[in-house]
């Protein structure tokens, strides 16, 4: 996947820059943090998959490395598993989550939760067929409404509960707000 963002994409060989630099390196691990003419590679392997971010910008690799982590449990999440059929089975969905996700380039959320009520592609989940497992197949093997239930969304939830003022507990919510500073070497031990 290409998508455009802030126009920094690099085109579309920097796809084959990216193989090409991975497999030119020594050994089974690469960095994850690569640079090659001025173009920043970062990247995380996820079942057989590399989820990979470029940038010619200076950003943090730490926040990107979260997104990457937070993309892969999102897609995990949404397909039920991560690997190259089932990208290439749900792509419209795997494009509809980054464009859910990422706004012009910032990310919004990678919450499952919170993204489900934007979500209008259905995954395409394969499963392997099964003589013993045949609760969901009726007359000449079409399915049947059992198996055509729509999944349970939190939009249907009420916000507020139905209990009375007095039996309510007074909550308070913080945000923690944290900066860490970390130096990380290529074999990804921290530094400092």
């Known amino acids: 996947f290409h998508p455009p963002v802030r126009g920094d ?16 390196l020594p050994g089974d691990e690469s960095p994850v943090v690569m640079h090659h003419h001025g173009r920043h590679f970062i990247h995380i392997r996820h079942s057989g998959l590399y ?3 470029t940038t010619s910008e200076n950003v943090s690799p730490f926040s990107l490395l979260e997104l990457l982590s937070g ?6 999440d949404y397909c039920g598993s991560l690997g190259e059929g089932t990208i290439s089975r749900n792509v419209a969905l795997v494009y509809e989550l980054l464009d859910e996700v990422l706004d012009y380039g910032y990310v919004q959320t990678t919450s499952t939760e919170m993204l489900r009520n934007f979500i209008q592609t259905e995954a395409v989940v394969s499963k392997p067929f099964s003589l013993f497992d ?4 009726g007359l000449f093997g079409a399915e049947t409404q059992q198996s055509k239930v729509a999944p349970s969304s939190a939009a249907s939830r009420p ?5 009375s003022d007095q039996s309510q507990k007074n ?6 707000v944290e900066r860490l500073s970390v ?10």
Do not use: H, W
């Not at 916000?159 to 209990?163: A, D, E, F, I």
């Open 183 to 192: 130096l990380i070497a290529s074999n990804r031990c921290a530094l400092a």
């Open 171 to 176: 909550e308070v919510f913080l945000d923690v």
């Open 71 to 76: 993309l892969a449990t999102l897609l995990g």
């Open 9 to 24: 994409s690099g085109g579309r060989d920097v796809a084959e820059l990216f193989y090409r630099k991975l497999t030119g």
């Open 159 to 163: 916000v507020l509960s139905s209990r």
């Open 134 to 137: 045949l609760s969901s197949v």
């Open 51 to 53: 989820l990979v971010v």
